[in-house]
Structures are given as C-alpha cells and as structure tokens.
C-alpha cells in the first residue's frame, strides 16, 4: 500500500473524525472508504458531457439521480415545479437559487433524458402513498 500524507481543514477532519467513530472505522480507513467511493462513482461515467450544469448523486437508496451540480437539488424537482406548478425559468432561478443557465441545462437534460426521469418521478410519486400512511 502506498502512503500519502494528506493536508484537511481542521473542520473536515474533526467531521471525517465523528463519521468514522460512527461507522466503527479508523479515520484512516474512513478516508479510504470515501476516496474509493468517489473513485467509483466517477469510473461509472454516468454524466453527461452535453450538460456541464448536471451530474448524478446517489440517493438513499444507491440509485443514482441527476442533479444540479454542486447542489442537492433533483432535475425532477425542477421538471416538476415547472410543469405542475407553471414556474418560468426565472422563477425556477429565483425560488431554488439557481442561475438561469443551471436551469435551462437542467430542463435541456430533462429534454433529452425524458424517459429516465419521467420514471424517477413515477417511483417517487409511487412512494408518496406509503410515506402518506406511515
């Protein structure tokens, strides 16, 4: 194995130091964990090149959404205030604070990934009556 000395602000790593003490895990192996994690994610090249504004993120359940990147902030949601709730594009920069650029990408995307999205929005619509009787 090789060794690397690596330089954290000392609030990530008192942060890195609480999530490992959670996992059961040295920071040393926290770190590790995370690096190879991220590793992964990019080896499975899921963005799309045409779209710079949008990147995937794995959700709770390891499925992998796209989302605004650098943001939280779902492609579906967006779909979503725009088509059921009439939202321009400004309004949509304005209520998620958003430039109109991340905005027309993210429904551009929405354009051209339409199939995926319509059935990500299906499984969430589809868990709303079970989260509604819990």
Do not use: C
């Amino acid at each position: 194995m090789t060794r690397y000395a690596l330089n954290l602000p000392a609030r990530l790593k008192n942060e890195a130091e609480q999530w490992a003490a959670s996992q059961g895990v040295s920071l040393n192996q926290f770190i590790l964990w995370s690096v190879a994690e991220k590793v992964g994610a990019l080896k499975q090249d899921l963005d799309d090149p045409a779209h710079p504004y949008i990147s995937y993120r794995r959700g709770a359940a390891g499925q992998p959404r796209p989302v605004v990147r650098g943001t939280a902030i779902h492609v579906q949601s967006l779909v979503t205030a725009a088509k059921e709730w009439g939202l321009s594009k400004e309004q949509l920069a304005d209520e998620y604070d958003l430039s109109k650029a991340q905005v027309e990408d993210a429904l551009a995307f929405y354009r051209e990934h339409q199939a995926e999205i319509d059935a990500l929005l299906a499984a969430d619509q589809a868990l709303e009556p079970a989260h509604a009787q819990a």
